[in-house]
């Protein structure tokens, strides 16, 4: 089970960018599928989730109304469009897959078995 994360780059504030997070080895469409984000010096953090088979999404809130999340199961992705970019959204930017992940610990990176290697958003203000 393997993860790739791609699309990071720098950017204005005001500008967007689409992350991906591609899979292979396993049936995407049956994972749990997140992106976490991690600043300099801080915690990694919830960005935002879609479900297996529902599609539903689950969003934190300084993201929310600015950030989607969707995946294409026929191509083994899930984007992440982030518009309206801040400053404070610079960070190193996980994508995360899991079969198991319960509802009530979709937003905790423990919850997760499988991580793509990260990659890096930076907006400048």
Avoid: H
Avoid at 14 to 31: H, K, M, P
Wanted: hydrophobic fraction near 35%; aromatic fraction near 12%; charged fraction near 20%.
């Amino acid at each position: 089970v393997q993860l790739q994360a791609s699309g990071g780059g720098l950017v204005q504030a005001g500008d967007s960018l689409r992350l991906s997070c591609t899979a292979s080895g396993y049936t995407f469409s049956q994972y749990v599928v997140s992106w976490f984000r991690q600043a300099p010096g801080k915690e990694r953090e919830f960005v935002a989730a879609i479900r297996r088979s529902s599609g539903i999404t689950s969003y934190e809130d300084s993201v929310k109304g600015r950030f989607t999340i969707s995946r294409d199961n026929a191509k083994n992705t899930v984007y992440l469009q982030m518009n309206s970019l801040k400053p404070e959204d610079t960070a190193v930017y996980y994508c995360a897959a899991d079969r198991g992940v319960i509802l009530s610990s979709i937003r905790e990176s423990r919850a997760y078995d499988y991580w793509g290697q990260g990659t890096q958003v930076t907006v400048s203000s």
